[in-house]
């Protein structure tokens, strides 16, 4: 069930909602290829200054990769959940789904708060 909802909330989201997610965590907005979204790498800095758009979300693998530091590959929950414990927040699989869920305009009906949320919250 748990694992259905991880890949049924992941089909649902859309591009926008993608970059939803990632100016929640700190991105400017996308800068946008044929086959790709580059945003800005929120996962190795904090500052808007020191982060250069070198964070690739790859449309048909639904993949990011970054090309800073060790060149991580994630999926948008292992990015959310990298990206936090960066600013030293260790959220748990199923916590980084609920941060996609508040922080995107995906629609669920089964009793998860879609308020808006921002990173603060887990502060
Ligand atoms: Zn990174």
Sequence with gaps: MFYELKEDIRNKLTL????????????????????????QTVCHHYKEDDMSYKLYYYIDDELFKCYTGQQKSY????????????????????????????????????????????VDDFN
Excluded: H, M, W
């Excluded at 926008?16 to 945003?39: F, H, M, Q």
């Excluded at 414990?85 to 508040?102: F, T």
């Excluded at 922080?103 to 669920?108: F, G, K, R, V």
């Design 75 to 118: 999926d948008i929950y292992g990015l959310v959940q990298d990206t936090l414990q960066y600013r030293g927040i260790n959220v748990s699989l199923e916590q980084s789904i609920e941060y996609v869920v508040n922080n995107s305009n995906i629609e669920l009906g089964f009793g998860i708060d879609t308020s808006a949320k921002s």
């Design 16 to 39: 926008a909602d993608i970059t939803e997610v990632l100016k929640s965590l700190g991105s400017g907005p996308p800068k946008e290829r044929n086959d790709c979204l580059i945003y």
